[in-house]
């Protein structure tokens, strides 16, 4: 994790390392970006033990993403991280169902191959970190309140299952915005792609304990998402 962060920090320093004159070094300071999307991702080996388990339900294949980031471009060169979080947004508590969450951050570089002042056509890679929360809600509606209140092993029993997972990652994609005229400095655009894990990891308990005999799972992430990109008002004044 600290070497993800540092390199999205560096990223940030290093796109703004250059021109002396002051109308140019306003153009040091990155453009803002939030982006809203989804992921496709299969999670077989923790599913796979679930499917034996009729009093749980396998996790969901997709996530609802949102994104806060920033974007920088400098001839041509692009230098991009992002802050994101996804959910299955499953998970109705009162009945059996699962979700999983996680949260990501990542920086990337790239190439814009069009050479155009309104449009940006990038491919990028990069480095990331994920972490995820796989929950698991039994039905309980035929437990008895009051042995929920009388007995201890009752209520420990109905309590959900948590497993934690944490992966470093790499990912590669193409990004695409446009700028309207009517509107400077503000521009929106497309971005999908893939992200792999180096390295396969167990499930964890909810205190990220080691658990033995504990499924293995990698990241073998699809993504796309639809990328808002905003100047800071003083950039644009003249």
């Not at 989804?38 to 969901?60: T, Y």
């Not at 920088?72 to 991280?81: F, Q």
């Not at 309590?159 to 700028?179: C, H």
């Not at 308990?205 to 990241?219: F, H, M, T, Y």
Request: glycine share 10%; aromatic share 12%.
């Amino acid at each position: 994790m600290k070497v993800i962060t540092s390199v999205f920090l560096a990223c940030i320093a290093l796109s703004g390392n250059a021109q002396n004159d002051t109308a140019e070094s306003c153009m040091m300071i990155p453009m803002f970006t939030h982006n809203i999307g989804g992921s496709f991702q299969k999670f077989d080996g923790i599913n796979g033990r679930v499917a034996g388990l009729p009093q749980f339900e396998q996790l969901k294949d997709y996530t609802a993403t949102l994104g806060l980031g920033w974007l920088k471009e400098k001839n041509r060169m692009i230098s991009s991280g992002s802050l994101t979080i996804g959910s299955s947004m499953t998970g109705d508590r009162d009945k059996k169902s699962s979700t999983i969450r996680y949260y990501g951050i990542n920086a990337d570089i790239g190439y814009d191959v069009i050479k155009s002042a309104r449009v940006m056509f990038y491919p990028f890679v990069g480095l990331g970190f994920q972490r995820y929360q796989a929950i698991f809600y039994k039905d309980n509606s035929a437990v008895d309140f009051d042995d929920v209140l009388e007995t201890p092993s009752v209520r420990n029993n109905i309590s959900p299952a948590k497993f934690n997972n944490t992966f470093f990652v790499y990912r590669a994609g193409l990004g695409f915005s446009v700028s309207s005229p009517k509107c400077p400095g503000s521009s929106i655009g497309l971005q999908a792609g893939y992200t792999g894990s180096f390295k396969s990891h167990a499930w964890k308990s909810s205190e990220n304990q080691a658990l033995g005999n504990a499924p293995v799972d990698k990241i073998s992430q699809v993504f796309a998402s639809l990328v808002f990109i905003s100047t800071p008002k003083f950039m644009n004044r003249k």
